[in-house]
């Protein structure tokens, strides 16, 4: 391929979103990748490969590390963050601390070297905004009152996409914001993890099938959200990397798929129907029980939810020529592949 060789720094490469965007722009493009982070078990796959350097490392610990990457290299992507629900309210200091105040010094970084940033926003900041489709210039961001901890994490989000704006428009820092909508895919969440809540809803579905322990509905479970496959997601990602003639510079990108929304029961649903493809789970699935349990009860008092959040993806089709191509049950099954048969659709490059 021939485009201008570039280096890549991904804080926190051992993420959900990380993992698979190493082993994307190293089959993609001819980049360098660098990653920091403090575990490597989600990238067995591009480990030792040319052109990945891993770095294990507490980010948080060795700031001397991360600023000297930063000078090294063309772009960062900060992808630290803690994303799950449940911790917004459970600890929602910590994060604060991680998700707030370590990415504003990587921020700082970028602009002190004249470095790009490709920051991950999220859906989250959108919050029960009533619009149909979500708008990345237009729709309004709408937050529950302090009590409702669960929005901690959509503020400090959207006061990072302020900060990254004002110093774009105002200091001259390269950005681009993308925002993920309930990006699935085999590396989410660790489906071994025993305790309720600690993760995102496919995972604890699937957890909970697999363990014999009933499904729970947060509040009957109509709510619905856009479940959108990692792989295209990265794909997105790695058109804004490239930036083809700028394209992405200084914008915001919504990235899900609009055309697969469902809601968390049906999710539960097409899950266990999905399971009882594979022999030796079939029975577990059959065995499964839906239950019906109070956000109060199932998260404490600061949770509150988003009934809809449906991305409009204008932005990434016109700009960056993307558009999702796998569907949800697709997903799905590609996700079971790996977690029941250890079958990796991202093993070769
Ligand atoms: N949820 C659920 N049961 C669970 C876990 C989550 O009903 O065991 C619901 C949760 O209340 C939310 C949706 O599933 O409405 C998606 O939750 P997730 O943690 O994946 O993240 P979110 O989309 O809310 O950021």
Redesign the pocket.
């Given at each position: 391929m021939s485009m201008e060789k570039k280096k890549v720094l991904i804080l926190g490469a051992n993420g959900f979103i990380g993992s698979s965007l190493v082993w994307k722009i190293l089959k993609q493009t001819n980049y360098d990748v660098v990653g920091f982070d403090i575990s490597d078990g989600k990238l067995s796959n591009v480990l030792g490969r040319d052109r990945f350097t891993f770095c294990k490392t507490d980010v948080l610990k060795n700031k001397s590390d991360v600023e000297q990457a930063v000078k090294d290299c063309d772009i960062v992507l900060p992808l630290i963050a803690v994303a799950?629900?449940?911790l917004y309210v459970k600890d929602p200091v910590k994060v604060y601390n991680l998700d707030f105040e370590s990415n504003v010094e990587v921020i700082k970084m970028c602009l002190k070297y004249g470095k790009r940033v490709v920051f991950p926003s999220t859906s989250?900041v959108y919050g029960m905004c009533p619009d149909e489709a979500f708008d990345e210039y237009e729709s309004p961001l709408v937050l529950g009152p302090i009590p409702k901890e669960r929005w901690i994490y959509s503020c400090i989000k959207q006061m990072l996409d302020r900060l990254i704006w004002a110093y774009g428009k105002h200091e001259g820092l390269s950005f681009t914001l993308f925002r993920p909508f309930?990006f699935i895919g085999p590396r989410l969440d660790d489906i071994k993890a025993k305790a309720?809540?600690s993760s995102?809803?496919?995972t604890?579905?699937a957890h909970n099938i697999l363990n014999g322990k009933p499904?729970?509905?947060?509040?009957g479970?109509l709510?619905k959200?856009c479940f959108t496959f990692i792989d295209d997601g990265v794909d997105c990602l790695v058109r804004i990397i490239l930036n083809k003639d700028g394209c992405a510079d200084g914008k915001i990108f919504n990235i899900g798929n609009p055309d697969e929304e469902h809601s968390?029961k049906e999710l539960a649903e097409v899950l266990i129907r999905e399971f009882q493809n594979y022999p030796e789970y079939a029975q577990l699935a059959k065995d499964a029980v839906i239950e019906t349990v109070s956000?109060d009860d199932?998260y404490g008092q600061g949770y509150q939810?988003?009934q809809r959040?449906v991305p409009s993806i204008e932005q990434a089709k016109s700009i960056l020529g993307w558009a999702p191509t796998t569907d949800f049950k697709t997903s799905i099954k590609l996700i079971l592949d790996y977690h029941l048969l250890g079958k990796d659709y991202e093993a070769g490059l």
């Open positions: 799950t629900p449940a989250e309930n309720e809540g995102r809803v496919i604890q579905f499904i729970k509905l947060v509040n479970g709510q959200r968390v956000g199932y939810d988003a959040r």
